[in-house]
């Protein structure tokens, strides 16, 4: 079994740092209900006016059916230009390089 990496990004203006996480702690909340989420790392680049994240799902359909789900939530905030890859992920490479699985 390979668990699916997905990457998203996105140019935004913000808000960023601690005003991002006032902002989207009730949506970071929806978001870790996702059916096979097992984690999500926010990201942002204030510099280049980009946020996104990288998640782990259980598999490929989980991944689909989150991409497909966001993507609309993102367009309807009036984001543009979305970036995403699904990624299978080496578990026992990424083992020996110190990341740990952690399942709900």
């Not at 009730?26 to 998640?55: C, D, F, M, R």
């Amino acid at each position: 079994m390979y668990y699916k990496l997905l990457q998203i990004d996105f140019p935004v203006d913000g808000p960023w740092r601690e005003e991002m996480t006032t902002t989207y702690s009730k949506l970071a909340a929806h978001i870790s209900q996702t059916p096979g989420l097992l984690w999500k790392i926010w990201t942002e680049n204030v510099e280049t006016g980009e946020a996104g994240g990288i998640y782990l799902f259980e598999d490929e359909a989980s991944a689909q059916n989150y991409l497909t789900e966001h993507t609309t939530r993102l367009e309807s905030f009036g984001i543009q230009n979305i970036r995403a890859k699904i990624f299978d992920v080496n578990q026992q490479l990424s083992e020996i390089t110190k990341f740990t699985f952690i399942k709900k």
